[in-house]
């Protein structure tokens, strides 16, 4: 057993996956994560990761659920680890798969938490659009919500990305995935105004394709903006449990509710299965039985 090797093992994955599957510095830093606490899980036992045995990752999968570690984490947590030893049997480093007759948790299908379009136009009008700062999250709060982006995707805009002219923004999702999504009148009116009268005093005269910079004038972190969302919520008089994905959820609740198709919500979202997508289903269903009372003849 040498820690320092597997951990050198783990780098040797992360790299390949890296280069093969184009993912983002996000999801490596989770496989990271995951994998060196599994290595250091191991080495308390003095084992090492080409060592492992269907049983030794049965006891550490009963070491996550008795910590309170949630099934959908820790199938997360088994994906990865499937994918490392396919990596190791493909490497030659093994012959035999550990994971393989290793089943998935069962997961329940938790319906993702919602605004009303209500609270949406309260968070949206609660920035002081006459600071710098205050028109900056307003725009992002515009964007965010009209786009469905990702919060990473929204910090990681550049001005390159944005067509106003087209009214469209150019997003780059997982995976280095690109798609167009459209603005919106609304949300194209809150930017154009925004590069106007702010954008150029955040950045305090630094030459930069940030488009919605930091105070510092840098580009602005998914922490930071994310704070500013709990933020402008407590001034909105939201007090819902908030996560990064809310905005992204109203989105595609809102958009089903008014009639959108789901493979239109699909592509916008950048998500590659429908089956992501389906779950919003469940959650604009109140809008289907008033379409189904309204129009069937015996409803």
């Not at 992360?14 to 994560?33: F, H, P, Q, T, V």
């Not at 968070?123 to 205050?134: F, H, T, W, Y």
Request: charged fraction near 25%; aromatic fraction near 6%; proline fraction near 4%.
């Amino acid at each position: 057993m040498d820690p320092a090797a597997d951990l050198q093992i783990i780098d040797q994955y992360l790299d390949a996956m890296w280069m093969e599957k184009g993912l983002s510095s996000n999801s490596i830093e989770s496989y990271r994560r995951d994998l060196t606490q599994f290595a250091q899980w191991l080495t308390l036992r003095r084992i090492g990761l080409l060592q492992v045995s269907a049983a030794l990752i049965q006891a550490h999968l009963a070491d996550r659920i008795a910590q309170g570690i949630s099934a959908r984490s820790t199938a997360r947590f088994l994906s990865c680890l499937r994918g490392f030893y396919r990596y190791l049997i493909r490497e030659n480093r093994l012959d035999d798969d550990p994971t393989a007759r290793i089943s998935n948790p069962k997961l329940g299908k938790p319906l993702p938490k919602s605004l009303t379009e209500e609270d949406v136009e309260a968070l949206l009008a609660a920035p002081d659009v006459e600071s710098p700062i205050g028109l900056r999250d307003r725009t992002m709060l515009e964007v965010l919500y009209a786009c469905g982006l990702r919060v990473s995707e929204l910090v990681g805009l550049t001005l390159s990305q944005v067509n106003l002219r087209q009214g469209v923004v150019r997003v780059f999702g997982k995976g280095s995935k690109e798609r167009l999504v459209p603005l919106g009148e609304e949300a194209s009116e809150w930017l154009g105004r925004y590069m106007r009268e702010s954008r150029q005093q955040l950045l305090k005269g630094a030459g930069s394709d940030v488009l919605f910079p930091s105070s510092r004038g840098v580009m602005m972190t998914r922490q930071t903006f994310w704070h500013r969302i709990k933020y402008w919520a407590q001034v909105a008089g939201i007090d819902k449990p908030l996560s990064p994905h809310t905005l992204r959820h109203a989105f595609a609740t809102h958009l089903l509710n008014h009639g959108a198709d789901l493979r239109v919500v699909q592509l916008l979202l950048g998500h590659s299965d429908l089956s992501t997508t389906q779950i919003y289903t469940h959650v604009a269903s109140t809008r289907m039985k008033a379409l189904h009372a309204a129009h069937h003849p015996r409803g």
